[in-house]
């Protein structure tokens, strides 16, 4: 068995080499899902500069706040130079410093589009270090994921299932959708112990219509459908699970989306093997609900790719000619949305395997009615 900190360093000499064969001196690393993907480390970004600067060949460089500096070198597992900072002091001196230490100034340095902020990159150029985008990197390292990480993900996913199957009894008309997401977003806390990726959406009649609708006062009503979206973190990786659910007998044309989107959820997963481009397993979704007449409202991508982000590669969608392998997660969430009347969607967490897919999400697709 391989122990953490080998992996780390493992991930690290690769991340590096392939910096070093873009032109890249060096990585810079801002808290986020790259860095604890490549140190296990989970930081929190502030309005105190904190840098992580992996170089080819030499031990990981942190900025860090004062105060901070101990909790990096107790985290890291392998030897680093701290360079710590006062706020009296600000980061512009410490920051030069590890640049000199790691001979960056003048060369260029590959950085996370998604994940640095201005005030980094500022602090970066006043340190006379070139920043290039190089996302991907460790994303294309992060697209495969190994059994630890699937296994978190099988936790999370499992944990939210009960979670879900615990909450339903409470959902009843007069209660509001604020009050019924409160009292699940507490129940999802309590049994991640983590934190959660996202506020749980839960959104009644009309409001279903909306695929990132927020909970409001409106009472569940008899007839409504129920869309719930939701997950939770657990050892740093995600899930991300959405089901809709009958309160009494919703109108027969619901009942009929309801149909196409679940037989839409089946296709997209049958798509899913290893070989098969990304947007194929998008076209084989939307093939459902665009011959059940209701193409135009089915109105984003099938999937996204999940795993230390909730949204991360690989992006289930058309145009995407990416081949799915072994290890890749990523959801199959088709939907269908009718402005003012009410939507449906439908989401599992799949993994590719050696053999097709699996679906690691287990809760019932069929209709439920409460």
Not at 51 to 56: E, G, I, P, Q, R
Not at 129 to 151: C, G, H, N, Q
């Amino acid at each position: 068995m391989q122990n953490n900190d080998t992996l780390f360093a493992e991930r690290i000499h690769r991340a590096t080499r392939e910096a070093q064969s873009q032109g890249l001196a060096a990585l810079a690393l801002v808290p986020g899902p790259n860095l604890r993907y490549l140190m296990g480390l989970a930081l929190h970004a502030s309005e105190r500069l904190m840098l992580a600067l992996l170089a080819t060949d030499r031990p990981p460089a942190f900025v860090v706040p004062a105060f901070e500096a101990e909790r990096v070198r107790l985290g890291v597992g392998m030897p680093a130079d701290v360079f710590p900072y006062t706020d009296e002091e600000g980061p512009s001196g410490a920051l030069a410093q590890a640049c000199q230490h790691l001979g960056l100034a003048g060369q260029k340095a590959g950085a996370e589009s998604l994940h640095m902020r201005l005030m980094e990159y500022l602090c970066l150029r006043e340190a006379r270090v070139d920043v290039a985008a190089a996302d991907d990197i460790v994303t294309s390292a992060r697209l495969r994921k190994d059994a630890t990480e699937v296994a978190a993900m099988r936790d999370a996913i499992a944990r939210t299932e009960q979670v879900l199957h615990d909450f339903l009894p409470q959902i009843q008309p007069g209660r509001t959708e604020r009050e019924l997401a409160s009292r699940l977003q507490a129940m999802l806390l309590e049994a991640s112990g983590e934190g959660l990726p996202f506020s749980p959406i839960l959104v009644a009649g009309p409001n279903a219509a909306l695929p990132h609708g927020t909970p409001s006062e409106r009472p569940i009503q008899k007839g409504d459908l129920v869309v719930i979206d939701c997950g939770m973190f657990r050892n740093g990786y995600v899930s991300d699970i959405t089901r809709t659910f009958a309160v009494g007998l919703a109108d027969p044309e619901l009942r009929r989306v309801y149909e196409a989107v679940l037989e839409a959820n089946r296709a997209g997963k049958e798509a899913c093997r290893p070989g098969v481009a990304a947007e194929d397993v998008d076209r084989a979704a939307r093939r459902v609900i665009r011959d059940a007449g209701y193409g135009d409202f089915f109105t984003h991508r099938t999937g996204h790719g999940v795993g230390l982000e909730l949204h991360e590669p690989p992006y289930i969608m058309e145009g995407n000619v990416l081949a799915l392998e072994p290890g890749m997660t990523f959801t199959v969430e088709p939907g269908i949305y009718l402005p003012g009347r009410g939507g449906v969607r439908i989401e599992d967490d799949v993994v590719i395997t050696a053999e097709g897919a699996e679906s690691l999400t287990t809760f019932p697709r069929e209709l439920m009615v409460l």
